[in-house]
Structures are given as C-alpha cells and as structure tokens.
T-cell receptor, first 110, second 115 residues
Framework: EDQVTQSPEALRLQEGESSSLNCSYT??????LFWYRQDPGKGPEFLFT?????EEKEKERLKATLTKKESFLHITAPKPEDSATYLC???????????WGLGTSLAVNP | DGGITQSPKYLFRKEGQNVTLSCEQN?????MYWYRQDPGQGLRLIYY???????QKGDIAEGYSVSREKKESFPLTVTSAQKNPTAFYLC??????????????FGSGTRLTVV
C-alpha cells in the first residue's frame, strides 16, 4: 500500500537555526514527490516537485532532496516568516491520486 | 492573475440542510479535486474530475456530490447525508494526469461549520 510518513510532527527552531524535515514514502513506481507549505486557514502553496532519486531543488532558504526512500526539506537560516505546516505528497504509477503525509508544523522563534 | 477561487470563505449549515461550495479556476487546468482537511487527519480526497462531464469518487465521497459542466467550475454539495460535515474544504486543480506529473494549485479554502 502506498504510504507517506512525515517527521517530526512538530519542530520549533530559533531564527537562524538550520534544520531538516523528513518525508519517507513507500510507493510503486514513483512518478513525483511534492512539497507544499500551508499557513493557518489557507490552502497549501506549491513549493517543489522532485521526480527521481538524486534530484535537488532550491528556493530561497529551502532545499528539497530526494532518495529512493525519502525526501528532505532543508531549511537554512530560517526566519519567523518560514513558520508554517509543510506537507509532502507522492504520486505512484499504480495510483491516480496523490498520497499525502500529515505534515510537519514548523515554528521559528525570533 | 490565474488561480482558483473558492467561495464562501466561511459557511454555516443547519442540521438536515444541503449546502454548495463553489470552486472556479482560470488556469485552463483539466483536472479538479475536492479535499477535506481535519486536524490530525491530513488531506482526504472527496471527488475528482479529469475532464468535463466526468468525475470519480475519492476516498470519502459518501454524503457529497459534485458536477463538472464547465472546465472552469467544480462545485461541491455537502448533503444532509454527511453526518460530520464540519471541516476545512479545499479545492485544487492541475494539468491532466500524464508525464510529467504536475503539482496541484489550491484555493484558499471554505470552512464549513454545522450549527
């Protein structure tokens, strides 16, 4: 069964303290892995798509990487405005739908 | 600017009442989706549609209905048969399933509360 697990469930950082969020997945024939950011009371905002192991993508302080079993979202020198819930989703070859993780709630203190 | 518009932002439903949530997109996306989000449960798929006049049940379709008469519009009706409708509802769209796969664009959501 296709499955996505995100860890940690919640993370609190000091401003400038770099860290990583994890997304572990089990899927038959990965076709894409997606990272989203969601602010309270709003819809998820698309960040990255990764298609194959070894791929990396960057956007400002965020960098997403992908292996055959997991993806990491690295946050370098975070700022309070990076506080949000980060969601991971995968699409496999046998499934027409995205499989979503439960998210990591990130709080960055000034 | 292109995007997805959901309305209303807040909706209150009385017991036994049907309500309809609106979702309109001007991105020229083929596929549209409805999700329900509850605390601690993540995003759960209600219905999706890949082309006009066709839609498929998701994981939690009971008590909901949809229509897709226009490419731009995918309204969701929450019927009285849905016993626990209080939740945050999200509409999304994407280019049609294929290679490569595309990410979804989400609307800003509708918060439905039963009163």
């Amino acid at each position: 069964e296709d499955q996505v697990t995100q860890s940690p469930e919640a993370l609190r950082l000091q401003e400038g303290e770099s860290s990583s969020l994890n997304c572990s997945y089990t899927v038959s024939g990965l076709r894409g892995l997606f990272w989203y950011r969601q602010d309270p009371g709003k819809g998820p905002e698309f960040l990255f798509t990764l298609y194959s192991a070894g791929e990396e993508k960057e956007k400002e302080r965020l960098k997403a990487t992908l292996t055959k079993k997991e993806s990491f979202l690295h946050i370098t020198a975070p700022k309070p405005e990076d506080s949000a819930t980060y969601l991971c989703a995968v699409k496999g070859g046998n499934n027409r739908k995205l499989i979503w993780g439960l998210g990591t709630s990130l709080a960055v203190n000034p | 600017d292109g995007g997805i518009t959901q309305s209303p932002k807040y909706l209150f439903r009385k017991e036994g009442q049907n309500v309809t949530l609106s979702c309109e997109q001007n991105l020229n996306h083929d596929a549209m989706y409805w999700y329900r989000q509850d605390p601690g449960q993540g995003l759960r798929l209600i219905y999706y549609s890949q082309i006009v006049n066709d839609f498929q049940k998701g994981d939690i379709a009971e008590g909901y209905s949809v229509s897709r008469e226009k490419k731009e519009s995918f309204p969701l009706t929450v019927t009285s048969a849905q016993k626990n409708p209080t939740a945050f509802y999200l509409c999304a769209s994407s280019y049609r399933a294929g290679t490569p796969v595309y990410g979804y664009t989400f609307g800003s959501g509708t918060r439905l509360t039963v009163v």
